[in-house]
């Protein structure tokens, strides 16, 4: 079964309906790939750009966390932005989906708070199992292993860097 299809199966089982209107949920890999969406839809061709920059605010929030002192649980980690109506929340990757991004965009919701509470539930169904299973044995490669200086001055080296 495709990474898409099991999503969505998943996300049907959540008790809690998830509105088909003012409200999108996307499964992004950590590489910014949408993997699946939910509730209302958004057009293919802002689809992905939506997915590359969720991503991207996601991993300049952990660099930035790691700049402070504080710590806290993983699990209590989440970053959104939103206005009275409109905005985003982001739930980080879980143990069990550890390249697996959610995000919650929603627009004109009287409630905002009912979108936490969807996404409490959302994280609680999908910390514990596991969509993004490795083969056994499967190792994640690199795309330069064991590069040296003078190899990534070579790979430069035609643009004048």
Wanted: a negative charge; glycine letters at 6%; aromatic letters at 8%.
């Amino acid at each position: 079964m495709s990474v898409e299809k099991t999503l969505l199966e998943h996300f049907s089982k959540i008790d809690f309906p998830i509105p088909d209107k003012g409200l999108t949920l996307l499964a992004i890999s950590a590489e910014g790939q949408v993997l699946a969406q939910m509730g209302e839809e958004k057009k293919s061709n802002e689809l992905q750009s939506l997915g590359a920059l969720l991503a991207g605010v996601w991993q300049a929030s952990e660099a930035l966390k790691d700049f402070m002192s504080d710590e806290q649980e993983k699990d209590d980690l989440k970053l959104n932005f939103q206005n009275a109506h409109s905005g985003y929340l982001l739930l980080p990757p879980s143990e069990k989906n550890p390249k697996i991004i959610f995000a919650f965009i929603f627009e004109n919701q009287t409630n905002p708070g009912k979108i936490k509470h969807i996404a409490g539930k959302i994280r609680d169904h999908f910390n514990s199992i596991e969509i993004l299973k490795k083969e056994n044995g499967e190792k994640e490669e690199f795309l330069f292993k064991n590069i040296t200086e003078d190899e990534v001055d070579k790979l430069f080296s035609f643009a004048g860097i």
